[in-house]
Nanobody
Framework: QVQVVESGGGLVQAGGSLTLSCAVS???????????MGWYRQAPGKQRELVAE???????NYADSVKGRFTISRDNAKNTVSLQMNSLKPEDTAVYYC???????????WGQGTQVTVSS
């Protein structure tokens, strides 16, 4: 199996910054099949939404609401993905989840989530 563990959440004032990290471990066979790594978030009473995603080739995709403020990066050798969040807004408050997998192979693994709270 594959384990996905997030870290780095917390409380920050509006305009501040946070960096989320996600570490992937477990079956080498399965990890080698991962071709995307991403971050989703879910605010109270709302559906989970994609924040940012990066492919194994480095192609990125961002939600419009975070473009220019958030940056996703990955280290393929260490099986980690990070999300640098700048200019945070209260509406960024949510539980952030790391998701990795392969859409071709229909594989997907989720972390347990980390809370990000932005105070106004």
């Amino acid at each position: 199996q594959v384990q996905v563990v997030e870290s780095g959440g917390g409380l920050v004032q509006a305009g501040g910054s946070l960096t989320l990290s996600c570490a992937v471990s477990g079956s080498t066979f399965r990890i080698n099949r991962i071709n995307y790594m991403g971050w989703y978030r879910q605010a109270p009473g709302k559906q989970r939404e994609l924040v940012a995603e990066i492919t194994s080739g480095g192609i990125t995709n961002y939600a419009d609401s975070v473009k220019g403020r958030f940056t996703i990066s990955r280290d393929n050798a260490k099986n980690t993905v990070s999300l640098q969040m700048n200019s945070l807004k209260p509406e960024d408050t949510a539980v952030y989840y790391c998701n990795v997998g392969s859409r071709v192979a229909a594989l997907s693994w989720w972390g347990q989530g980390t809370q990000v709270t932005v105070s106004s």
